[in-house]
């Protein structure tokens, strides 16, 4: 073999449509670019967005800015707030149960402030690093 007589798989190239070239093409006259009109012109196109004069959709759409739709639904917890859960093992129905976060929540997060004496043990509840210090500190431990 040489390099002279390498060539693609069959079927890799696709041979590009020759437009234009008269009628027996099925590509002639108008070249498959339809009838007239602002498309059919040579470099004849809008920017993107382009609704003909028409109000763009990024126009008539209200500014939302970063405002997170969640934010309002992770619930923040004292450290001092997981004492008031009798059971050792707490998750965030447990949570839910006590009436330390709202019954909507769908996350919750412990946050160093206050004080844990009792060991605890949570699990699917998110902690920093300053509250899971203070909960192995007294005893306790964090499951993912």
């Given at each position: 073999?040489?390099?002279?007589?390498?060539?693609?798989?069959?079927?890799?190239?696709?041979?590009?449509?020759?437009?234009?070239?008269?009628?027996?093409?099925?590509?002639?006259?108008?070249?498959g670019r339809g009838m007239n009109g602002q498309k059919a012109r040579s470099g004849g196109y809008h920017k993107v967005g382009?609704?003909?004069?028409?109000?763009?959709?990024?126009?008539?759409?209200?500014?939302?800015?970063?405002?997170?739709?969640?934010?309002?639904?992770?619930?923040?917890?004292?450290?001092?707030?997981?004492?008031?859960?009798?059971?050792?093992?707490?998750?965030?129905?447990?949570?839910?149960?006590?009436?330390?976060?709202?019954?909507?929540?769908?996350?919750?997060?412990?946050?160093?402030?206050?004080?844990?004496?009792?060991?605890?043990?949570?699990?699917?509840?998110?902690?920093?690093?300053?509250?899971?210090?203070?909960?192995?500190?007294?005893?306790?431990?964090?499951?993912?």
């Amino acid at each position: 073999m040489r390099l002279n007589e390498l060539k693609p798989a069959a079927g890799s190239r696709t041979v590009p449509k020759r437009v234009g070239r008269g009628p027996g093409s099925n590509l002639g006259k108008t070249a498959g670019r339809g009838m007239n009109g602002q498309k059919a012109r040579s470099g004849g196109y809008h920017k993107v967005g382009f609704e003909g004069g028409q109000m763009p959709l990024q126009r008539r759409l209200p500014k939302r800015g970063f405002r997170s739709l969640t934010r309002r639904r992770v619930a923040e917890v004292r450290l001092h707030e997981l004492s008031l859960i009798e059971s050792g093992d707490i998750d965030l129905t447990a949570l839910k149960v006590a009436g330390v976060v709202n019954r909507n929540a769908i996350r919750a997060k412990v946050i160093a402030s206050g004080k844990i004496e009792r060991a605890v043990v949570l699990r699917g509840v998110g902690v920093t690093r300053g509250a899971r210090a203070a909960i192995e500190q007294a005893g306790g431990r964090v499951e993912a």
